[in-house]
């Protein structure tokens, strides 16, 4: 079997409009935090890399993602890579990708540690062995809900569920022992119901096979969304097939929002599949959030349920037709529209990290208009806000009346001066001889860190910046006049270590004045120099609001 984790699997090539983008740096070979050895590489990912390493002190192997340095600089992105720990962590259940360590790169990226996984993802089982037989397709389904759950209970909503992130290995004799992977844009919530995600309304994210109809409007989502991946997993598992397919993702999209899903035993006509089973899968997938399973508990009682006397599962039927687009449907608005903003839709299934789609934003924004994205059910709807099944023009201005032409001055004045365009930003690369956060002067603004990555400077030099590390001593520099892909070294003095060991000195005699000389106390030990916060990384093992 093949060894794999959490994006071991190259992402399927992109789009060729898309910017190419270098590829990371093989780092096999690196020491990281002085005790994690990278073997070597297992696969690249759209943002992250992973590697095969080991612990050089107890020899245990375990797999490390690394985030791809061209995104090191972009803090958002880096707390959304360590979102992925913190999530993992927070869940703590055994079908759940265990999360253990984390940390910087010497090349100024970012990293976590997670257990090694021997076996394959789903997909690879789905395209052998599919379709499963029902007692099969529900055992790995039940552990998918299982993870899902104790996700759920903990505030935390995956939105990228598929075959790609439930990776099946062999355990306690069980071989289709399933682990939940990739947090990587979970919605995390606070005890108060406060939102923790690091996406805004309007944003797409996840796979399109997979993904629900609120999701793809780019609406606010919650678990029910998870619950409607699982049905369109299980449907793969008994068919073989995925209920929506199209040329483009945006055709998946419409087709998840508007159609209804073929019937398992239609789409698998030689598969004999229980009217329990294709109910259950059906109902899990109904576009209507509030007609579907309200939890993966919930479903999971269904799938129990198959084979007994319980009470069958009801199917609602839903009526979503595509809105008319003809010329004498449009209603003419004066007001602007606003387009959602598709961030991060795979171009295919397979990808472990969604890809910026900036070509999809563009070319797919007249869908989106068409088709009403970007609203929400639960929210009021204003009066002057059309439904999504009207299509929505700008009106154009009335013509205005003719007007008597108007001689031109004779005096002609001189163009008003134009402000030059501003210098764009030079990347400049700050060696260190330790990993090195870079600020500007005050040492208020992060302005990246040292590393191939490099610095982004706006304008002409002087720039003075300063660079800070655990253990070592701020030090101011100047760059004069940076260029492009310039590098310049600086070294970074350790601070003095303070001794932790207490002095053993012999105590004074007494004075004879009956007072006892004071004692020596012992200096604290220094901070630990392996620990993972010593890059000025923000933990993400804490919990939310902690």
């Known amino acids: ?32 935090l002085d005790r994690y050895c990278l073997l070597r590489k297992l696969g690249v990912g759209g943002m992250g890399t992973v590697y095969e390493a080991e612990h050089v002190t107890i020899k245990k192997r375990c797999a490390i993602k690394i985030l791809n340095p061209e995104f090191a600089h972009r803090s958002e992105l880096v707390e ?36 090694m996984l021997v076996g394959e993802d789903l ?52 071989p289709d022992f399933i682990k939940v992977l990739d947090f990587g844009i979970a919605k995390l919530t606070g005890e108060d119901g406060s939102s923790g995600r690091l996406t805004s309304t309007g944003m797409i994210f996840g796979t399109p096979t997979y993904m629900s ?17 699982v049905g369109v997993i299980l449907y793969e598992l008994v068919t073989g097939k995925v209920p929506f397919t199209a040329d483009n993702f945006m055709g998946i999209l419409t087709k998840h929002m508007f159609e209804d899903p073929p019937s398992p035993s239609e789409a698998a006509p030689e598969t004999v599949i229980l009217p329990e089973v294709e109910a259950l ?10 007609l579907r399973f309200q939890s993966m508990r919930e479903l999971m009682d269904a799938i129990q349920d198959v084979g007994t006397d319980a009470a069958p599962v009801i199917v609602v039927p839903e009526r979503r037709s595509r809105p008319n687009t003809g010329p004498t449907q449009f209603r003419p608005r004066t007001a602007p529209i606003n387009l959602p903003t598709v961030e991060t839709v795979a171009p295919r299934r397979g990808g472990v ?41 700008v009106a154009a201005p009335p013509e205005a009346p003719p007007t008597k032409a ?49 610095v982004a400077l706006t304008g ?49 005699k007494d004075p004879g004045d009956g007072k006892k000389p004071p004692a020596e106390t012992a200096t604290p030990p220094a901070e630990n120099p392996g620990s993972g916060t010593k890059f000025g990384l923000k933990d993400p093992f804490k919990k939310i609001g902690g």
């Open 1 to 32: 079997m093949p060894t794999s984790a959490s994006a071991m699997s190259a992402d399927p090539p992109l789009d060729p409009l898309l910017p190419v983008i270098p590829p990371a740096p093989d780092l096999t070979g690196t020491l990281l």
């Open 80 to 115: 959304r890579f360590l979102q992925e720990a913190r999530a993992a962590s927070m869940i703590g259940h055994e079908n759940v990708v265990e999360i253990t360590d984390f940390g910087a790169t010497p090349t100024g990226s970012v990293f976590f540690v997670m257990e």
């Open 123 to 174: 997909s690879e089982t789905i395209k052998r062995s599919a379709p499963l037989p029902w007692s099969r397709a529900a055992t790995i389904t039940m552990q998918i809900c299982r993870a899902l759950q104790s996700a759920h209970e903990k505030g935390i909503i995956h939105r990228d569920m598929k075959p790609e992130n439930c990776f099946r290995i062999e355990r306690s004799g069980n």
């Open 213 to 229: 109809p609120e999701q793809a409007q780019g609406m606010r989502v919650d678990h029910r969304a998870d619950v409607y991946a």
């Open 281 to 290: 899968i059906l109902k899990a997938m109904q576009k209507d959030r509030g």
């Open 353 to 393: 990290f969604g890809v910026a789609l900036a070509i999809a934003a563009i070319l797919g924004g007249a869908a989106v208009a068409l088709y009403g994205l970007g609203g929400d059910p639960d929210q009021p709807v204003a009066k002057d806000t059309p439904t999504p099944t009207q299509a929505v023009v």
């Open 406 to 454: 108007i001689e031109a001055p004779t005096k002609v004045e001189p163009p008003a001066e134009v402000d030059p365009p501003a210098p764009a930003p030079v990347r400049v690369v700050l060696t260190t001889n330790t990993p090195a956060e870079v600020f500007d002067a005050a040492g208020t603004q992060r302005l990246g860190m040292s590393g191939d990555v490099g």
């Open 460 to 508: 002409a030099g002087p720039h003075k910046l300063l660079l800070r590390a655990a253990q070592h001593e701020d030090l101011a520099i100047e760059v004069k006049d940076p260029t492009e892909g310039q590098r310049l070294e600086f070294t970074l003095k350790p601070k003095a270590k303070k001794s932790g060991v207490a002095k053993v000195t012999k105590p004074p």
